[in-house]
């Protein structure tokens, strides 16, 4: 088993570990919002709509588990020299964040660390008006996660909130060049997907 899946599966096992004492408590939710790729290699792309669904599960007094599966795509338009495309990417992830969380009568403020693994598509469309070129790719990338966010309890089983989180989602891609005595270079570049997610939600408390 790699490292870094060793380290992704530290919380799962701390938490079911815990549940004897504060497994009565869990909280699920949906939110939607916007994804705005801020990171470098991504500049001049577009924001995206993001879906995420939560599960909170209780550890202690002030600390939760958040699982988070989301979505998100992003999109980008390229015109000059001649040549004119677009591209597309659909990021789907699943991230385990550690959360600590201060309740104050029906507000509850939290923050938290955590890591993330997520499946990206890329898709590239490019013309020069005679010929198109299409590039498409699928895999996988990772990186960690900072989330801070509130939810106010509308009653003893639903709650309205919101949070914003920041991630990297780095990703290794393969290129190949012949060079001039016909060898061919295989050579390896990372990017990274990551942005920031500002999301409004609903959930229910059982």
Do not use: C
């Not at 309205?160 to 060898?183: A, H, L, M, T």
């Amino acid at each position: 088993m790699s490292k870094f899946k060793i380290i992704f599966l530290i919380p799962v096992l701390f938490i079911l570990t815990s549940f004897q004492s504060y497994g009565y408590e869990s909280r699920t939710s949906i939110s939607v919002g916007t994804f705005v790729p801020n990171s470098e290699d991504l500049d001049g792309w577009e924001e995206g709509t993001n879906v995420t669904i939560s599960l909170s599960k209780r550890v202690s007094q002030s600390f939760y588990l958040h699982f988070d599966l989301s979505g998100h795509s992003t999109q980008a338009e390229y015109y000059g020299a001649g040549i004119t495309g677009k591209g597309e990417i659909q990021t789907k992830g699943i991230e385990v964040i550690g959360v600590f969380s201060h309740q104050n009568n029906k507000l509850e403020l939290y923050a938290g660390i955590g890591l993330g693994i997520y499946m990206n598509t890329l898709s590239l469309i490019v013309t020069d008006g005679y010929y198109e070129y299409t590039y498409e790719d699928d895999g996988r990338g990772t990186g960690g996660v900072i989330k801070a966010g509130m939810r106010y309890a509308i009653s003893p089983q639903a709650f309205i909130g919101g949070f914003i989180k920041f991630f990297g989602n780095n990703q290794e891609f393969r290129f190949y060049e012949v060079d001039s005595y016909g060898n061919v270079i295989k050579y390896e570049e990372s990017f990274d997907f990551g942005g920031t997610v500002v999301n409004v939600e609903f959930g229910l408390t059982f």
